[in-house]
C-alpha cells in the first residue's frame, strides 16, 4: 500500500500538498457524500495515509522505509516489515524480470538516515554513514562536537530529499575521481533564540565507496567551524535582547526602509553559516544608481536640490522595486548613497548573474514607467566562498568602480 498513490502526490510533496490533497478527497469520498459501496473502505484508506504523511516524524519512517522498498525486491524467506503499524506495499509487489539497481534511490536513503540522525541528536549514528574521505579528515569526537554547538543555535524542525542527481565526473581534493550523487534538500529550521523559522535548499554529495553510499562533508577544520558556533552561542546567553523597535531602528536605513549596512551584514551572516555548515551556494549583488544626463553642470543651487530631491525619490522607488523582484529568502539593504547591496540566498554565481540581468531590466522599466528618465544601473556580484564576507562586498565595489571607469572612456570615445 502506497500512502503517496492513495493520497495522489509525489513523494517530493510538501505538507501544504498533503494537506490540501486530503481535504480534496474527503470532499469526494466520505460516506455521508459518496454513497458508493466502496467509498467507506475507499475513506479509510486515505484517513490512513494521512495518519502517517500529515506527521513529520511518521512521514520521516516511512520515507526510509519507502526508498528502500522501491529499489529492494523480497528474496527468498524475506518479508520487509514495511512503516510499524501499517500493511506493507510488498504484499502487491510483482518482481521485474530482471531487477536493476538504482544508485540514486540508495543516495536518497543515505541522506535521508544522515538528517533523521542529526535531528534525532544521534551523532555517532550520524557519523557512521560518512564517507571513509570524511573520516580521515574529521575525528568523531570533532563532529560531535561540531553537531552540538550547532543545535545550541539551530533546531531542524522538518527536511525533504528532493532529488539526487549522478554527477559525471566529481573529483576529490587528493585528485581520485569517484562515482557520486548530488543530493537536493528543503530544510525548515528554527533559531532557538528568536523562534525564527527559515526554509531553505541546499545539497549534499553522496560518494559510492565499497559499494555502499556514503555522506560527503568536505570538511577539514571542523573544530574550527564548531568553535565560530560556541562563540555565538555564548554571546547569546550573555547579552539581553533588544527591544524589537530600538533593533529596527539600528538596522534598517530610514529613507528607503531597506536593511542598512549593519543590518545587512547582520542577516548575512545567517547564510555564512549556511555556508559552513552545507556549503551552501550564495553571492553577493551591488547595484549602483545613475543620472547622468541630470547630474551634470546645473546652473543653480535650486537644480541642485531639485535633482537631490528628485534622486531621493528615486532611491525610495528603486528600494521598493527591488522588494518587488527578488526572492523572500534574498537579502536586499542599502548600502551608501546610490548603491544597493543584495545577497542571492542558495544561488551560485552563474543563477546570480542570470538574476542581476533579470533585475536591472525590471528595475529599469518600473523607474521608466513611472518618471521621465532613463537611469543607468551599474551592477557587479560575486560568489561568497568562505571567509569575511565583507572582503566580497568590497571586491564587488572594485569591479564595479572598474566598470564605470570603462564606460566614461566608452563614452569619450564616442562623443
Request: some cysteine; aromatic content about 10%.
Amino acid at each position: 500500500m502506497d500512502y503517496y498513490q492513495i493520497l495522489q502526490v509525489p513523494q517530493s510533496a510538501n505538507q501544504e500538498s498533503i494537506d490540501r490533497a486530503y481535504k480534496s478527497l474527503c470532499k469526494k469520498y466520505h460516506p455521508d457524500i459518496n454513497h458508493a459501496p466502496t467509498a467507506e473502505n475507499r475513506m479509510k484508506e486515505i484517513n490512513l495515509a494521512y495518519e502517517v504523511l500529515g506527521n513529520v516524524h511518521r512521514r520521516t519512517l516511512y520515507n526510509t522505509q519507502w526508498l528502500l522498498n522501491r529499489r529492494r525486491p523480497p528474496s527468498g524467506g524475506f518479508k520487509p516489515q514495511g512503516f510499524p503499524g501499517f500493511k506493507s506495499q510488498w504484499q502487491s509487489y510483482a518482481p521485474p524480470r530482471q531487477a536493476t539497481r538504482d544508485r540514486s534511490v540508495e543516495a536518497r536513503a543515505a541522506v535521508q538516515k544522515y538528517f533523521l540522525s542529526i535531528s534525532s541528536a544521534l551523532y555517532k549514528d550520524a557519523y557512521a554513514l560518512l564517507s571513509d574521505t570524511d573520516k580521515a579528515q574529521v575525528n568523531l569526537t570533532d563532529f560531535v562536537d561540531w553537531q552540538k554547538a550547532v543545535s545550541d543555535l539551530f533546531v531542524i524542525r522538518n527536511y525533504q530529499v528532493l532529488s539526487a542527481q549522478r554527477q559525471r565526473s566529481f573529483v576529490l581534493p587528493d585528485g581520485h575521481a569517484v562515482e557520486a550523487y548530488r543530493c537536493v534538500i528543503q530544510v525548515l529550521e528554527e533559531e532557538r533564540q528568536t523562534g525564527e523559522l527559515s526554509r531553505y535548499s541546499l545539497h549534499k554529495y553522496v560518494l559510492v565507496e565499497n559499494d555502499i553510499p556514503h555522506v560527503y562533508l568536505g570538511y577539514s577544520d571542523i573544530g574550527g567551524i564548531a568553535k565560530k558556533y560556541r562563540s555565538q552561542a555564548s554571546a547569546q546567553d550573555e547579552g539581553a535582547m533588544q527591544k524589537h523597535w530600538e533593533h529596527y531602528r539600528r538596522v534598517h536605513d530610514t529613507a528607503t526602509g531597506l536593511l542598512n549596512y549593519e543590518g545587512f551584514f547582520e542577516e548575512a551572516q545567517k547564510e555564512v553559516y549556511r555556508y559552513d555548515r552545507y556549503k551552501a551556494d550564495c553571492c553577493i549583488m551591488l547595484l549602483r544608481l545613475e543620472l547622468p544626463n541630470l547630474m551634470r553642470a546645473a546652473p543653480s543651487m535650486e537644480a541642485h536640490k531639485a535633482q537631490g530631491l528628485l534622486l531621493d525619490k528615486l532611491e525610495r522607488f528603486v528600494a521598493d522595486s527591488l522588494k518587488k523582484h527578488l526572492r523572500t529568502v534574498d537579502i536586499p539593504s542599502s548600502y551608501a548613497r546610490q548603491h544597493f547591496l543584495c545577497l542571492f540566498a542558495h544561488t551560485n554565481i552563474r543563477g546570480a548573474q542570470k538574476a542581476m540581468k533579470r533585475l536591472k531590466k525590471l528595475i529599469g522599466r518600473d523607474v521608466s514607467s513611472c518618471f521621465d528618465i532613463h537611469p543607468h544601473l551599474h551592477t557587479a556580484c560575486r560568489p561568497y566562498q568562505g571567509g569575511n564576507i565583507e572582503e566580497v562586498t568590497l571586491g564587488c565595489l572594485s569591479d564595479l568602480s572598474a566598470e564605470q571607469s570603462a564606460d566614461v572612456k566608452e563614452d569619450e570615445k564616442n562623443a
